[in-house]
């Protein structure tokens, strides 16, 4: 299902968001009997564990009485190491993932030869968390006052004068940064960082000018104005950073499609046990106190339709969407 359909219709089955956790563990629908193992492909403090441990304890009381979620970090390749163990995993429930627009689209796209797991046939796909946009931010005092003139700098900038940061080669935030140089027509030194938050540091700190953001990995430092917020990435604007066109706002197209968090598990997971988690994950996303956790770390959580089909569909467009911006920008990298 494409993103716009699942984001804006709204489900009758919303009603079940509130619905207390002792009638969703009731009329056979499975509750664990030991402690469920959600993993990470990163480090702690990033936007993907903010995201995990967030929604862990919530969605274990909305699976039924003793229910426990532990988030376990398995940080490596940019989230592909976390999501190939996954897939060797028992596909009974008891391990699944938070995942990402870099492991689950960028990667199994851009690497030459792709990922040792395919994102669609070897993963049940339990809902999407978020779509969250990107930010291009700048290093504070760069290219005057408003977000045209930033602009402006850096399209009239000599070639390669300018340095930007991402969070890995041909990652995802990689791909947008060139997309912007060519929107722009300009070119610009590209320096690739190991993490999200090592890239919006690097940012901070003069060492790159400016870079394509996950606004969660950025929010922090722009609210602590080490960091400037100039124009989102995505179809509208943010609730936390109303200020903040658009870059389509300022004359740029195809910088529409936002990011994206995704709860999946092994391929094979029985209905029983993948229908649970889903229940539970889309009580959480529309409890208002997580969801406005979510919101203000710089996540955009879904409400709309979010089924098992409907996350196994948006994978499918996503990973359509990933090629489109290969295709644009040219750019593959050796596994």
Known sequence: MHRRCLLQRIPAAIALAGLPPAALAQGGAWVPDRPITMITGYGPGGSTDIAARLLADRMATALGPGARILVDNKPGAAGTVATEWL???????????????????????????????????????????????????????????????????????????????????????????????????????????????QMVQAIMTGEAQFGIAALASATPLMREGKLRGVAMVGSRRFPTFPDIPTLGELGLSGFENSGFFLLIGPAGIPPREAEALNRALVAVLHDPAI???????????????????EARGFMVGELAEMRRMVERTGIQAQP
């Open 87 to 197: 897939k060797r995993q028992a596909p009974d429930g008891y391990t699944i993932m938070v995942t990402e627009t870099g492991a689950a689209a960028a990667a199994p796209v851009t690497l030459i030869g792709g990922t040792r797991y395919d994102p669609v046939a070897d993963f049940t796909h339990l809902g999407v968390i978020s779509t969250p946009p990107g930010v291009l931010v700048v290093t504070p005092g760069f290219g005057g006052a408003g977000a045209r003139e930033v602009l402006a700098a850096m399209r009239e900038a000599p070639a390669n004068r300018l340095t930007y940061a991402s969070s890995g080669f041909g990652g995802v935030l990689h791909l947008r940064a060139e997309m912007l140089m060519q929107a722009l027509g300009t070119r610009a030194v590209h320096v690739p960082y190991r993490s999200g938050a």
């Open 291 to 309: 969801r406005d956790k979510l919101v203000f770390a710089g996540h955009d959580p879904v409400q709309g339709p979010n089924g098992l089909e």
